[in-house]
């Protein structure tokens, strides 16, 4: 976005909307070793986000940090689309009519952005992800950050920062499946070489799992393994280069998931154990079971790479 501030503390801060709940997640990268967490939970708010935005403004020094922010799942659509043949920086509005008809909502008045997909073997055409919102959706957005004095740089969608997470578990060459759950579902990503080559919703909540007795969540695993095994198979066809050599988990406390699919998968599946690329010296309890899935699009959001100039 540009919208760059006299930020001083290293990183990223990222702050992520939930119903009745603000997540907070604050990581830098040492030039040196694993990047580091040195802030991430969640605060319970009554009110406006702006007016919550506002109380932490204080609690967190906003003023004193790169912000980023996640819309959430309803808030954007995203699409895969074949790009048309134009230079990278031109990409973004060329695409804009050609998923018109993809969305719920007036391309004229949305914001717009695009991610080239990488290009697979001698095929001629390319595809893209193109990621849309409403302008009043994004201007409510950054309104908020502004009324708290603390400029939003940059809006992230949950796909992008689940792939900044997969980025620290990715072995080279190889491609990695994700899956996480929040409350309004569940997401799974497959990425390689810190690129994102496919996504796919699971209409399944980490409540309605962590909640479940025994025969109802062996339902719910037997729909997941399915919609795993489905999102197996389009990667095979679509990206026949990319091997999937593992999908990592984050499992909603107290569900065992990783081994109930495994049993189901011909892939192997573990459980995303964050306290093995990140420094969580200062949140020993965030690395335990279960207590890192809800917070995980926010540490994927603070993952960012890029840097600004500072002021």
Known sequence: MGLFGKAKHPGWLAIGQRDGAIDVAHVSRPTAGRPVLHHCDAREIEGE??????????VFSLHRHRCATLLRHGEYRLVQVEAPD???PELREAVRWRVKDLLDFPVETATVDALPLPAQGEARSRHAFVAAAPDAIVKARMDAFEAAGAPVEVIDIPELAQRNVAGLFEQPNRGLGVLAFDDSGGLVTFTADGELYAFRRIDIGGAELANANAERRTQLVERIALELQRSLDGMERSYSAVAVSRILVAEPEGTPLA?????NLYVPVEPLDLASVLDLDALPDLGKPGRIARLLPVIGAALRHEEAPRA
Request: proline residues 0%.
């Open 49 to 58: 986000f702006r007016d919550a935005l506002v109380r932490l403004r204080l």
């Open 86 to 88: 134009v230079s990278e």
């Open 259 to 263: 081994s109930s699919l495994a049993a």
